[in-house]
């Protein structure tokens, strides 16, 4: 499954953006998804992520109550809704999907295919 991400943008501290990562190739409803994001000079790291049917969905503790991920099956597309941004928050975001469990997972390693990123950044 190849993976497009976009919607990435600049944003002054406490304003908002919507990602989309859109799936070709194959269908991802039975794949859970994931966003994951890397800072200048960090390691990549888990954001969010999403069962097969969207009914469960788990966030890192730095983005909970702030980020929101949903997807559309129909679309073959996963979304990451970012309010409240903070200047931490800037980074390259990526999607990801799980091509093995439809569950959701916090680890990197549980995400076999991956997007090639857009860049967040949160600056006045």
């Known amino acids: 499954v190849q993976l497009q991400a976009s919607g990435g943008g600049l944003v002054q501290p406490g304003g908002s953006l919507r990602l989309s990562c859109a799936a070709s190739g194959r269908t991802i409803s039975t794949y859970a998804m994931g966003w994951f994001r890397q800072a200048p000079g960090k390691g990549r790291e888990f954001v969010a992520s999403?069962?097969?049917?969207?009914?469960?969905?788990r966030y890192a503790d730095s983005v909970k109550g702030r980020f929101t991920i949903s997807r559309d099956n129909a679309k073959n597309t996963v979304y990451l809704q970012m309010n409240s941004l903070k200047p931490e928050d800037t980074a390259v975001y990526y999607c990801?999907?799980?091509?093995?469990?439809?569950?959701?997972?916090?680890?990197?390693?549980?995400?076999?295919?991956w997007g090639q990123g857009t860049l967040v950044t949160v600056s006045s």
């Open positions: 990801a999907a799980d091509l093995f469990s439809g569950d959701a997972r916090k680890s990197r390693a549980a995400f076999a295919s």
């Open positions: 999403i069962s097969d049917s969207g009914g469960t969905a």
